[in-house]
């Protein structure tokens, strides 16, 4: 790459590298850099083959320990979290109904974890907790979060049964205990029970999995968190010049993208940084605006993203930026919220329409906003979830996050 400084391989006995054309300034790398290399190169080895830890587990609590014993393959150098499947609630049915509700989704939920440091907490165990502290069980509110701490889970999954018209509507949430944030919901709708327990186990195994169950010590989630890692050790040890001006703070960063030059202008200072695949937006309560904007406010936009970390991000489009500040319509990418919200930016809290339940994930996601003939409609991964008559003529759109970060990559616009 222009500018940066490498060593060259020696050339082998007898050769040389006359009539090779020329090469960049050699420079041997300090003991710091070779420092680097060697820590990227364990990084990279380490997700690709495990890695060793002898780090000695945290003691348990007592309530952690009357809990069920350690699934096998669960001492893999992490401590062993619980998920707590609560009994259901609602709907005025029967015991034996609402225990085979709870215990499907159990049964769902082991299913949807691939990893082995979370394992499912037997209702025995748990009504053994309970009695054992003199406690009784409530699934309303942060009680159920309440609840789980109480018998040392990690976290829980509820669900409330509820009547309507002639269905039994099954609402699943899954919170996460420590800060009691929502990760996500489902929902199982059906006219007999009996239909409602088939399809429960498959909706929390869909929950679990797309929350919580994804195995982090796999080599692929490795290679995601270590990888970036790694390429700023190699970066930080020969890929930039010491000498070479820094960019001043509040200068929109640009990358070539589809053969046009897109930049990325952010309400904070420092929150966009710019890789060889993508934008990376990642701030507090910010604004990013990208420029230029398209031609009319008849527009197409296309955007793959991925939540990095945090609890979402949003996207905003038909809007004005005005120093930073931002009117638009916003759509949020929102686990805190239980999936996509719709809001009137600047108001970040009240959506002007119901949120639409979905579990939420890390994945990457295909995006496309559509503004014609005065609708605006909005599909995600090939789903339409927003269709709405618009007269608005601004043309700008941009991003949002809040404490969160997130990867936006492929960006297009037309016209």
Known sequence: MAGENVRLPAAPRGCD??????????RTLSHRSRAAFTVAA???????????????????????????????????GAATKRLAVLEFSGARLADEVLNAFGDAARGGAVEGLSRHDIQVMTRENMLV??????????VEGDCEVETARNIGADYVMSGVVARIDDAFVVTLKLHECEGGVLLGTEQVAAARQLDVLNRLRGQARKLVAATIGADPTAPSQLLNRLGEQARKLVAGAIGTDSTAPSQPTGVPESRRAHGRAFSIR???????????????VSGGWCFYLVEPAPTTAQQSVTFRAR??????Y????????????????????DAGAGGIKFLQYPETEAGFLPVLSTATDRDWHNWRIERRDGWDSVWLDGTRIFHRGSDIENREFGFRTWDTAADIADLTVSP
Not at 52 to 64: D, I, L
Request: glycine share 12%; net charge positive; proline share 7%.
């Open 307 to 312: 939540l990095l970390s945090g609890r979402g």
């Open 129 to 138: 907790l309970l009695r054992d502290m003199g406690k009784s069980e409530c």
């Open 17 to 26: 590298n006359r009539g090779m054309g020329p090469f960049p300034r050699v």
């Open 266 to 280: 952010s309400s904070c200072r420092d929150e966009v940084r710019v890789s060889d695949t993508a934008f990376t």
């Open 42 to 76: 364990q990084l990279l080895l380490c997700a690709c083959f495990g890695c060793a830890s002898s780090s000695p587990r945290p003691p348990r609590s007592t309530a952690q320990s009357a809990a069920a014993p350690e699934a096998p393959g669960a001492a893999h």
């Open 314 to 333: 949003g996207l905003w489009f038909g809007g004005r930026w005005n120093d930073g500040h931002v009117r638009a319509t916003g759509i949020q990418y």
